[in-house]
């Protein structure tokens, strides 16, 4: 089955701020989307709405062509980090677990020591979460959004406390994720993301989307105000050459 994510003149206020401003987006089945942008821009929010644990104020988001009250089980979500809270007393496996919540069924264990290994964590399946590393804890996280079995699956800054050669193999993971489900990374790191990708979207209250892999100046321009100073930082201003997938 097809499943196409589309947003329409969405709007997000949290009482006056204003977090998502006329946002529009298309995602075919399969893409993987990366959605860069500066701090507060409303990434999270984004993710929030397509979750559903954000209604918006104005507009219409559709997934599967099924409103979002009709969508649970469809999205594993990924939070960012610092929003889990790591001292709560429970195994790596418990969290998992937390990923069958929605959709219980006879082979709950297989589907989750299936995610375990997927994630390469399923010898520290005992653990409390609280002794693990940042990354290790990243994996628990992706694990059990896999374990929802979903057919979209929003991660937001997955990287963005663990080492690179960690991160990579998160980035590595997510490429192979990404044959079987439509991927929406959230992350800071242009370069990484820009070499896994296979379309870039930039978010700062509006959401700037060419439908392709290009950071274009009016995306920089938006996300930072200072794309001269990014430059200088090595990023260049059209990120690899155009990657057909089908
Ligand atoms: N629960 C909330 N209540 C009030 N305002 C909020 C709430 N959540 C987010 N905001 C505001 O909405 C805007 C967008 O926040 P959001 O968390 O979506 O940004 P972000 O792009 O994820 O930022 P970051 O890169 O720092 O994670 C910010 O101005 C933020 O202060
Ligand atoms: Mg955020």
Not at 62 to 84: E, R
């Amino acid at each position: 089955m097809s499943c196409i994510i589309e947003l329409e003149n969405v709007y997000v206020h949290y009482g006056k701020t204003l977090a998502l401003e006329d946002v529009n987006l298309k995602i075919n089945q399969k893409e993987f989307l990366g959605i860069i942008g500066p701090n507060g821009g409303g990434k999270t929010t984004l993710l929030k709405v397509l979750t559903g644990l954000i209604k918006p104020n104005r507009g219409s988001v559709k997934i599967c062509g099924k409103n979002l009250s009709d969508t649970k089980g469809f999205i594993g979500y990924v939070p960012q980090f610092n929003s889990f809270d790591n001292t709560y007393p429970i195994s790596v496996n418990d969290v998992v677990r937390m990923g069958r919540l929605t959709k219980k069924s006879n082979n709950d264990l297989e589907i989750i020591n299936a995610a375990l290994n997927t994630v390469e964590i399923y010898n520290l399946r005992k653990e409390q979460i609280g002794n693990l590393s940042g990354g290790q804890k990243q994996r628990v996280l992706i694990a059990r959004a896999l374990a929802s079995e979903p057919k979209v699956l929003l991660l937001d800054e997955p990287t963005a406390s663990i080492d690179t050669k960690t991160g990579t193999s998160v980035y590595e993971l997510l490429n192979k994720l990404n044959e079987t489900a439509t991927i929406i990374l959230v992350s800071h790191d242009i370069g990484a993301i820009s070499k896994y990708v296979k379309k870039i979207a930039c978010l700062n209250k509006k959401l700037l989307y060419h439908d392709s892999k290009e950071i274009t100046k009016e995306m920089l321009e938006s996300a930072y105000q200072c794309p001269v100073d990014l430059i200088a930082h090595g990023v260049p201003h059209r990120v690899l050459e155009h990657h057909h997938n089908h």
